[in-house]
T-cell receptor, first 111, second 114 residues
């Protein structure tokens, strides 16, 4: 699985969009980009995933660059409850085995 | 409601005692996983199981054991051989055969060994 690089921490004002970047320059053509988040002392929560096209669901939007070497998770209107560690993970679709969670980005949403 | 349950939420044990953490899912998922998380760190895989009566070691299996007698259940035993068992333990499940790889996590069990 390709390695990902994320900033250690970010701040965002409540009500503004939070844009969380992820670099995955060694991604292969059959690898998906996944985003999870973990609120303090809870289990990780799946947010969104994508392969090539931009994706949107009720939680967030995922923008993948045309060369697929980086992506951005967008929380359109961040709330205090969005304060969490956000993990960007890259892996082959349908493959077996574990997800590799790095240290992620600690997003702090401030009033 | 469908989901994954872990019990208990907090667990205290004396050093040298074995302890078993429960994980149950009613999502009809084939694959189940156990992860360990230490403060400020990412998740590390302990064991995983893709079908009933079969399981594989993850990256840090030493000092742990599992069983998978039923599809719904994947208990983890932390044995006295685990040198540093105090941690946050997370169970997850995944639907096999999917083209994507979404895992669903339980709420976790925080184990403290005194």
């Amino acid at each position: 699985d390709a390695k990902t690089t994320q900033p250690t921490s970010m701040d965002c004002a409540e009500g503004r969009a939070a844009n969380l970047p992820c670099n995955h320059s060694t991604i292969s053509g059959n690898e998906y980009v996944y985003w999870y988040r973990q609120i303090h002392s809870q289990g990780p929560q799946y947010i969104i995933h994508g392969l090539k096209n931009n994706e949107t669901n009720e939680m967030a939007s995922l923008i993948i660059t045309e060369d697929r070497k980086s992506s951005t998770l967008i929380l359109p209107h961040a709330t205090l409850r969005d304060t969490a560690v956000y993990y960007c993970i890259v892996r082959v679709g349908g493959s077996q085995g574990n997800l590799i969670f790095g240290k992620g980005t600690k997003l702090s949403v401030k009033p | 409601d469908g989901g994954i349950t872990q019990s208990p939420k907090y667990l205290f044990r004396k050093e040298g005692q074995n302890v078993t953490l429960s994980c149950e899912q009613n999502l009809n998922h084939d694959a189940m996983y156990w992860y360990r998380q230490d403060p400020g760190q990412g998740l590390r895989l302990i064991y995983y199981s893709q079908i009933v009566n079969d399981f594989q070691k993850g990256d840090i299996a030493e000092g742990y054991s599992v069983s998978r007698e039923k599809k719904e259940s994947f208990p983890l035993t932390v044995t006295s051989a685990q040198k540093n068992p105090t941690a946050f333990y997370l169970c997850a499940s995944r639907k096999q055969g999917s083209s994507t790889d979404t895992q669903y996590f339980g709420p976790g069990t925080r184990l403290t060994v005194l």
